[in-house]
């Protein structure tokens, strides 16, 4: 069955630091992939998708993921945090028009 | 272009009550789905729409959870009755090429 997992349930880092997070996923055939992005209170935000072609894709809010076929993970990078970056990030993989979503990682950001 | 809208935003209601939660979404997308998140965790699937016709609800309460997409457009998530359990954020989703998300409803039960 298709998994998504995503090892860090909660990572700190201080403003302008770099960041990475983590996902790693579980599926047979070639993935589509996406990072999505959850501030409190709010539905879900696409940061970034990956369906085909260059395995490094640029997203919005200065986000970028590289996809890496061989050790089947997408992970999400942004070379500057800022404070309002703060939020829920979840990872997705689709198949067909199933998504499956991991567990995410919640960003705290300090000043 | 108009987002997905979800209405109500927070509703809390007693256990046993009934509770309906409704979803429009972006114009042109054909497949609709409703998700259940639970707090600190992804969402997850409770039923899939393409056009008017449920092709995935495996995961949907039938018992008490039951799901309408009249028309292929809006689409209504009831509850009935409601348990203490099913307090979450039920949030709905529409796609074409690419899925996009309401701000989904918070709902306690108490």
């Known amino acids: 069955a298709q998994s998504v997992t995503q090892p860090d349930i909660h990572i700190t880092v201080s403003e302008g630091a770099s960041l990475e997070l983590r996902c790693n996923y579980s599926?047979?055939?070639?993935?589509?992939l996406f990072w999505y992005v959850q501030s409190p209170g709010q539905g879900l935000q696409l940061l970034l998708k990956?369906?085909?072609?260059?395995?490094l894709v640029q997203g919005i809010k200065g986000f970028e993921a590289e996809f890496k076929r061989s050790q089947s993970s997408f992970n999400l990078r942004k070379p500057s945090v800022h404070w309002s970056d703060a939020a829920e990030y979840f990872c997705a993989v689709a198949y067909g028009q199933n998504f499956v979503f991991g567990p995410g990682t919640r960003l705290s950001v300090l000043p | 272009e108009a987002g997905v809208v979800q209405s109500p935003r927070y509703k809390i209601i007693e256990k046993k009550q009934p509770v309906a939660f409704w979803c429009n979404p972006i114009s042109g997308h054909n497949t609709l789905y409703w998700y259940r998140q639970n707090l600190g965790q992804g969402p997850e699937l409770l039923i899939r729409y393409e056009n008017e016709e449920a092709v995935d609800d495996s995961q949907l309460p039938k018992d008490r959870f039951s799901a309408e997409r009249l028309k292929g457009v809006d689409s209504t998530l009831k509850i009935q009755p409601a348990e203490l359990g099913d307090s979450a954020v039920y949030l709905c989703a529409s796609a074409g090429e690419t899925q996009y998300f309401g701000p989904g409803t918070r709902l306690l039960v108490l």
């Open positions: 990956y369906f085909s072609g260059d395995t």
């Open positions: 599926y047979g055939a070639t993935p589509y």
